[in-house]
């Protein structure tokens, strides 16, 4: 439960969102004027913006909607529309898509405001509101996101703005910011239906507060749902009556991903079951060995002992890379083409099959934890934008290794800081570390495990290593805000 604090005058707040915004400006200046001058102009949008992989997806739909009336996509759901839409109805695509670029780097300074006022609730402490502002200003890992025109950076920004508005009712028991708390993860949700995992972390925060008070848990529960509800019902609503079938946050991985072939979807299930990296463009991983490497490059195969079963080694995952992308020889019939698909997935299958039979721990949890690791502690940063390391220039390195060794440094001390709650059993402040841990654990045990998708829970490592460094200050009296 959380003790009430004296907030800041608005005049202070708005000196504090100056500032983190200037912050986040330089940080979009850096990866502009420092970008890669190599980088395909084909994914720029204008002199600010970037598009990433997805990039269409997100935005497609939202432009045939202005040309034909109609919003086609039952894989992506319409989190950019709201924000988009406006602005596409009065700027052409590329200025509309730059003007998102601008409004991400707004959101995610009033975000990174919210979540040091959260610090400050949470922790009672100035020295906390200050130290998550300053962690969420230096480290760029989030303001990486800003340039990219995907759904990262607007989720991050409202699933932040949701949990400010969950600690604004334990202060203040008003039911009004349940609603909003609701509406914004509503939003998140719409962005990236991973937000989704924490709904019930915020339902847990809530029951924590009312303690034994069962109906006004139910009642704050039920406030909290109600955008939720409203929200993925009219989407599945929608999808019932445009496509005749139920589908309440997106359709299956299968119908989604149009590169996903039955062959690569079952080397992609057997990479990730034997615990391998699956991100193709990982150098060193056991998708980039699999389908990018030359053939004829005698660089080390990632797949070793740990991997292999008795019918599997070296030699058969080096022929199942050659058949699989034998597939691709244009000259081969049709029937030859059938036969070498089918051939893959059967391979691919038994070798799974296999895999779990032989290293059943390995599959079920080491794996898992392995996923985690190399999530949490990469050995590279994704996305920036610059050139390759021999052909960087100095502040480039520096802002290259500074953005690696912050990201260590903040999970490695998150961990930390939740294993000795979790000791000296702190379950009040425990339940801010399940929040992003949630999304680790589900991702990992997934095999999804690229970078961006860990951005989602890094704001709220942030919030609990800044109230872990003020913790000789959290007994103390609430204090307000230095202005």
């Given at each position: ?46 002199a ?25 996509g039952?894989?992506?759901m ?40 959260m ?24 303001a ?34 349940l ?46 749902i109600?955008p ?21 946050l997106?359709?299956?991985?299968d119908?989604?991903m ?30 980039y060995?699999?389908?990018n490497?030359?053939l ?15 019918n ?9 890379r ?23 997935i ?138």
């Amino acid at each position: 439960m959380l003790e009430q604090t004296s907030l800041p005058s608005r005049r202070s707040l708005f000196k504090w969102f100056l500032f983190i915004l200037a912050i986040k400006s330089v940080w979009l200046v850096l990866f502009t004027v420092l970008r890669n001058p190599e980088w395909n102009p084909e994914f720029s949008v204008g002199a600010i913006g970037l598009y990433g992989g997805d990039s269409q997806t997100y935005y497609y739909p939202v432009e045939q909607l202005i040309k034909t009336g109609e919003y086609y996509g039952m894989c992506r759901m319409p989190g950019v529309l709201p924000v988009y839409l406006p602005l596409r109805m009065a700027l052409s695509e590329v200025n509309a898509q730059q003007a998102i670029v601008i409004l991400q780097v707004i959101f995610d300074s009033l975000s990174s405001l919210l979540l040091a006022i959260m610090a400050l609730r949470i922790f009672k402490s100035q020295r906390a509101f200050r130290l998550a502002v300053l962690l969420s200003c230096i480290t760029g890992f989030i303001a990486l996101r800003n340039v990219y025109l995907l759904s990262d950076s607007l989720c991050i920004s409202s699933m932040v703005t949701a949990f400010f508005f969950v600690t604004s009712y334990l202060e203040s028991s008003q039911k009004k910011h349940l609603i909003l708390a609701g509406i914004f993860l509503t939003w998140s949700i719409f962005l990236r239906q991973i937000s989704i995992l924490a709904v019930p972390v915020a339902g847990l925060v809530l029951l924590n507060f009312h303690g034994k008070n069962i109906r006004s848990s139910l009642s704050a529960g039920a406030l909290l749902i109600l955008p939720i509800f409203l929200g993925l019902s009219a989407w599945t609503l929608r999808n019932m009556i445009t496509y005749k079938r139920p589908i309440v946050l997106v359709a299956p991985l299968d119908e989604c991903m149009y590169n996903l072939t039955p062959e690569l979807a079952a080397v992609r299930t057997l990479i990730i079951g034997m615990g391998e990296d699956f991100q193709p463009w990982s150098k060193g991983g056991g998708a980039y060995w699999f389908f990018n490497q030359p053939l004829s490059d005698n660089a080390t195969c990632p797949f070793n002992e740990r991997h292999f079963t008795h019918n599997m080694s070296e030699k058969e995952m080096t022929e199942l890379r050659f058949n699989y992308r034998s597939i691709a020889d244009t000259s081969l019939s049709s029937f030859q083409h059938d036969s070498l698909q089918q051939l893959v997935i059967q391979k691919a299958n038994k070798y799974l099959t296999e895999y779990k039979s032989e290293h059943p721990f390995q599959f079920h949890a080491g794996n898992k934890i392995r996923f985690a690791a190399l999530f949490l502690f990469p050995n590279r940063i994704d996305d920036i934008p610059f050139p390759a390391m021999n052909k960087m220039n100095l502040l480039q390195k520096g802002i290259k290794v500074w953005s690696l060794i912050s990201l260590w440094l903040v999970h490695a001390g998150a961990l930390l800081v939740a294993i000795w709650w979790l000791i000296k059993r702190d379950l009040d402040r425990l339940l801010w570390a399940t929040l992003p841990l949630s999304f680790i654990i589900v991702l990992s045990y997934l095999g999804y495990i690229e970078q961006r998708y860990l951005a989602t829970s890094y704001p709220f490592f942030l919030l609990i290593l800044a109230g872990a460094i003020s913790y000789r200050k959290i007994n103390q009296a609430p204090s307000a805000l230095p202005r």
